[in-house]
């Protein structure tokens, strides 16, 4: 029912879903670019209508009364971005105990305008050995579009340019460039 009410408010919006899930049961679907707080109930509507079971991480501040209850019952987990916690063999040990584990989210630095994305999200699919699979807010158009996953390989530069170039194609609703990929000094 939920799904039907998501397509809906989607469609009222004048928003639409292009392109297809990947076949696998456990991925990272990355969301950008995120430049806007509206990109969140976007992702929760596609989730809905494509009836995806996405977990999601967000800064800890989200998971405060009264709404934290909320976040968590919509699959969400509280990260403390101020403290380094193993962040990436935490949710790594989730893929490995849960066989239908999708995790949803913006990578670290999409939000403004950078010079580099944080690849936190490459360390974890290369640690869980699941694809990347990335989806574009193409505000232009209104569209959010499913593109072709991407199974980490020997050359995190290539995948990354490969990512960044998918992205680049599409605005999010502020405008702001999809940086090329420069590795950590």
């Known amino acids: 029912m ?31 670019p995120h430049t806007s707080n509206w990109d969140f109930i976007l992702g929760v509507l ?37 403290r380094s916690n193993n962040l990436v063999e935490g949710v790594v040990e989730l893929f490995q105990q849960e066989p239908d584990f ?28 699941v694809p990347i699979f990335p989806v574009a807010l193409d505000y232009r158009h209104r569209r959010i579009v499913l593109g072709p996953w991407l199974e980490p390989g020997d050359s995190k530069a290539a995948d990354m340019a490969q990512l960044l170039a998918f992205f680049r194609c599409y605005q999010g609703k502020v405008r702001q460039p999809v940086p090329h990929y420069s590795p950590k000094p």
């Open 2 to 32: 939920f799904a039907r009410i998501a397509q809906g408010l989607l469609k009222l919006a004048g928003w639409r879903i292009e392109g297809q899930l990947p076949p696998q049961r456990q991925y990272i679907a990355i969301v950008a």
């Open 46 to 82: 596609c989730r809905a209508v494509l009836k995806v079971p996405a977990r999601f991480i967000g800064k800890h501040q989200l998971f405060r009364p009264p709404l934290g209850w909320l976040m968590r019952a919509m699959g969400g987990r509280p990260v403390d971005r101020r």
């Open 102 to 129: 999708v995790l949803a989210l913006a990578p670290e630095g999409t939000r403004g305008a950078v010079n580099r994305w944080k690849t936190g999200f490459y360390h974890i699919a290369q640690g869980a050995k």
